[in-house]
């Protein structure tokens, strides 16, 4: 999965591959600024990770007001946004196409943990749809057009595939 990251203004790529490990822990392959990097990762509690990165433990809470995301690592917190790469393709993709109906897609495998609007509720470009959890981070879904939510195809705590359709748009 790549992601593009936002740190206090900084922008960087990030890869993340789930890696298989003996001993069942969840171990991740990161490529960040050309290095690779295997992280030992354990969720903790919601918003909450325990990483171990080269034999060193950090713990990272996330924050979250709404648009703004901040983690603190230790008594150090930082502005974050992120991006999913392949959302960010599809949704320049289906915004080229305005009109009649458009299927919103799950963009990696994962839990519905929110529905933020109502079948018949009309949208705004960029406004929340569902918020789907993968790999400990929550990844809101937006509408790429003007229109009415025409159907929710997914609860809450429904599980999701990557290329699922969620949602159906007018």
């Known amino acids: ?24 822990k969840e171990l991740w392959l990161c490529r960040l600024k050309g290095r690779e990097i295997t992280v030992d990762a354990t969720l903790m509690e919601a918003n909450r990770l325990s990483l171990v990165i080269g ?25 974050i946004s992120f991006q999913d790469l392949r959302s960010l393709k599809s949704r320049k993709r289906t ?24 079948e018949g509720e009309s949208l705004q470009s960029g406004t929340g749809i569902i ?17 009415t939510l025409k159907q929710l195809l997914v609860k809450e705590g429904a599980n999701v595939n990557a290329g699922d359709v969620v949602a159906v748009l007018e």
């Open 95 to 118: 915004a080229a196409g305005n009109s009649g109906l458009l299927k919103l897609t799950a963009a990696m495998p994962g839990k519905v943990v929110r529905i933020l609007a109502k």
């Open 55 to 79: 034999g060193k433990s950090f713990e990272i809470r996330r924050e979250s007001n709404g648009e703004t995301s901040r983690i603190v690592i230790g008594g150090n917190s930082f502005d």
């Open 1 to 24: 999965m790549q992601y593009e990251v936002n740190i206090e203004g900084t922008t960087l790529r990030l890869e993340l591959e789930k890696k298989s490990s003996p001993q069942r």
């Open 131 to 147: 918020v789907i959890e993968a790999m400990k981070m929550q990844n809101e879904l937006r509408s790429p057009k003007d229109g």
